[in-house]
């Protein structure tokens, strides 16, 4: 479609949208519809906070209504926006937005809507990952999978008081980390042991877990026991005390994970019970009578009676996948695990669906929650496109659409766009480059 009014192409394809005007907010309801994609949701109360993982935009969420207000842009700058300050975490009147590509923690002050910035000693430029996070008396204790060290950050303060190395392994990768007590736990993909690390008295050790192969993704805890998975169709529980290791792997049939490797393979695999370079699960946690394993690549949540030891698998109504619809999307995982409230529900973001998945621990029953905004959220939205040069709105994103939309009902100012069109400047271009006189 070419514009009358401004000289750039917008690229279209047909979409089967149902948009709802409900009380001011436009609710997105079918399968395309709104809920930007976060690592998680901080839950306060009646309200969320949760940062856009492509756009680096600090978001507040109403959970009664379901409306998205845009808050703002986290301002550090970069080419490439994914991921950046993906993680959140209260304090009193701020929020913490963890980096995980990016290399500065940034504090939002709720009460003048300002950003304060903590820089991360980051010599080598890793990716700093810092995903793993709990807040202890005054104090924030993270843990930086990349940097492979332990952050103390006074939240008062808003400065690093000291780090900590965490590892002792050459260029291991932290893949989880939970904190039990004053102890940090953490456990990586490449080898079976359990580091530890006291917060009180700065001690390290570790732990090795005998007769598994591999190492571990998800771990957590459930007051008495460890629970463990990697790239094994297994879920291992450690006791700490005794020292011990107990084995699980019998899953429900038709339990397996998708492949998307090769064409040449069948597309979900039951049989295959180790993969080298995928684990089986992604998240893990303890709530009640069960842990649940939020997967990967796998087609199914799984969870487990920690008393009988018992797997069930979760049903959850349209979430089978094909190699087109997981290879389509820019993160080609199942699930991300947001949030738990009131230790019973436990929110999970679908990839394939844009929504919440809400389940209900107590009852084994979910809930899928669809999520609107505003007016003034799409108005931001433009307004923080205009201010950035060169920007790519994408066709198959429904807050790019909406904004693409609305940039074109809008009274822009002329000097913001060229007279010239771009067509006529690749033009010249190529002729200036003698690519045109080419046979």
Same mark, same amino acid.
């Given at each position: 479609?070419?514009t009358?009014?401004?000289?750039f192409?917008?690229?279209v394809?047909v979409?089967?949208?149902?948009?709802?005007?409900?009380s001011g907010v436009v609710f997105?309801?079918?399968?395309s519809?709104f809920l930007p994609?976060?690592d998680?949701?901080c839950?306060?109360g009646?309200? %969320?906070?949760?940062?856009d993982?492509?756009r680096?935009?600090?978001y507040?969420i109403?959970?009664?209504s379901?409306? /998205?207000?845009f808050?703002?842009e986290?301002?550090?700058?970069?080419?490439n926006?994914?991921?950046?300050? @993906?993680?959140?975490i209260? &304090?009193?009147d701020f929020? /913490?937005c963890?980096?995980?590509t990016g290399n500065s923690i940034?504090?939002?002050?709720?009460?003048?809507?300002?950003?304060?910035?903590?820089?991360?000693?980051n010599p080598n430029s890793?990716?700093?990952?810092?995903?793993?996070?709990?807040?202890?008396?005054?104090k924030?204790?993270?843990?930086?999978?990349?940097l492979?060290?332990?952050f103390?950050?006074?939240?008062?303060?808003q400065k690093i008081?000291?780090c900590?190395d965490? &590892?002792?392994?050459?260029a291991s990768?932290?893949?989880k980390s939970?904190?039990v007590?004053?102890?940090?736990?953490s456990v990586?993909?490449?080898v079976?042991?359990?580091h530890l690390?006291?917060i009180?008295?700065?001690?390290?050790?570790?732990? &090795?877990?005998?007769?598994?192969?591999?190492?571990?993704?998800?771990?957590?805890?459930?007051g008495k026991?460890f629970?463990?998975s990697?790239?094994h169709?297994?879920?291992y529980l450690w006791?700490e005390g005794?020292?011990?290791?107990?084995i699980?792997?019998?899953?429900?049939?038709q339990?397996?994970?998708y492949?998307?490797?090769?064409?040449?393979?069948e /597309?979900?695999?039951?049989?295959?019970?180790?993969?080298e370079a995928?684990t089986?699960?992604?998240q893990s946690? %303890?709530?009640?009578?069960?842990?649940?394993f939020v @997967?990967?690549l796998?087609?199914?949540l799984?969870?487990v009676?920690k008393?009988?030891?018992?797997?069930?698998?979760?049903?959850?109504e349209n979430?089978d996948?094909?190699r087109?619809?997981?290879m389509?999307r820019?993160?080609?995982?199942k699930f991300?695990m947001?949030?738990?409230r009131?230790?019973?529900?436990l929110?999970?973001?679908?990839?394939?669906?844009?929504?919440?998945i809400e389940?209900?621990?107590?009852?084994?029953?979910y809930e899928k929650?669809y999520?609107g905004?505003?007016?003034s959220?799409?108005?931001?939205m433009?307004?923080m496109?205009?201010n950035h040069?060169?920007v790519?709105?994408k066709?198959?994103?429904?807050l790019?659409r909406m904004?693409?939309?609305?940039?074109l009902?809008m009274?822009?100012?002329?000097e913001?766009i060229s007279?010239v069109s %771009?067509?006529y400047?690749?033009?010249?271009?190529?002729?200036n480059g003698?690519i045109?006189?080419?046979q």
């Amino acid at each position: 479609m070419l514009t009358q009014n401004y000289k750039f192409i917008w690229i279209v394809a047909v979409y089967n949208v149902k948009v709802e005007f409900y009380s001011g907010v436009v609710f997105m309801i079918n399968e395309s519809g709104f809920l930007p994609c976060s690592d998680n949701w901080c839950v306060d109360g009646n309200r %969320a906070w949760c940062v856009d993982v492509e756009r680096n935009i600090l978001y507040c969420i109403n959970l009664q209504s379901r409306e /998205f207000e845009f808050m703002k842009e986290i301002p550090e700058k970069s080419t490439n926006t994914f991921r950046m300050n @993906p993680n959140c975490i209260k &304090y009193r009147d701020f929020i /913490f937005c963890m980096p995980i590509t990016g290399n500065s923690i940034w504090i939002y002050q709720i009460k003048n809507s300002q950003f304060q910035q903590i820089k991360i000693h980051n010599p080598n430029s890793v990716r700093v990952a810092m995903v793993d996070f709990w807040q202890f008396d005054e104090k924030m204790y993270v843990v930086s999978r990349g940097l492979r060290q332990v952050f103390e950050i006074s939240m008062e303060k808003q400065k690093i008081n000291n780090c900590y190395d965490l &590892y002792n392994i050459d260029a291991s990768w932290i893949a989880k980390s939970i904190m039990v007590g004053k102890v940090i736990y953490s456990v990586c993909i490449a080898v079976s042991e359990i580091h530890l690390f006291d917060i009180e008295t700065k001690n390290t050790s570790k732990y &090795y877990i005998q007769n598994i192969k591999g190492g571990f993704e998800t771990i957590c805890f459930d007051g008495k026991n460890f629970w463990l998975s990697g790239c094994h169709k297994e879920i291992y529980l450690w006791n700490e005390g005794k020292d011990t290791v107990t084995i699980l792997n019998d899953f429900p049939a038709q339990f397996g994970k998708y492949n998307i490797q090769s064409s040449e393979k069948e /597309f979900l695999d039951c049989k295959t019970v180790e993969f080298e370079a995928y684990t089986f699960f992604f998240q893990s946690v %303890a709530i009640g009578r069960y842990i649940w394993f939020v @997967p990967l690549l796998m087609n199914k949540l799984i969870y487990v009676d920690k008393d009988s030891f018992e797997i069930f698998a979760f049903e959850i109504e349209n979430e089978d996948e094909t190699r087109e619809t997981l290879m389509s999307r820019q993160m080609n995982i199942k699930f991300i695990m947001e949030y738990v409230r009131e230790e019973r529900y436990l929110g999970i973001f679908s990839t394939k669906n844009s929504c919440i998945i809400e389940i209900d621990t107590l009852e084994n029953k979910y809930e899928k929650k669809y999520f609107g905004f505003n007016h003034s959220f799409i108005e931001n939205m433009v307004q923080m496109y205009m201010n950035h040069e060169g920007v790519c709105f994408k066709e198959n994103d429904s807050l790019d659409r909406m904004a693409f939309a609305k940039l074109l009902n809008m009274d822009i100012q002329r000097e913001k766009i060229s007279s010239v069109s %771009a067509g006529y400047n690749i033009y010249q271009s190529t002729l200036n480059g003698g690519i045109a006189n080419e046979q």
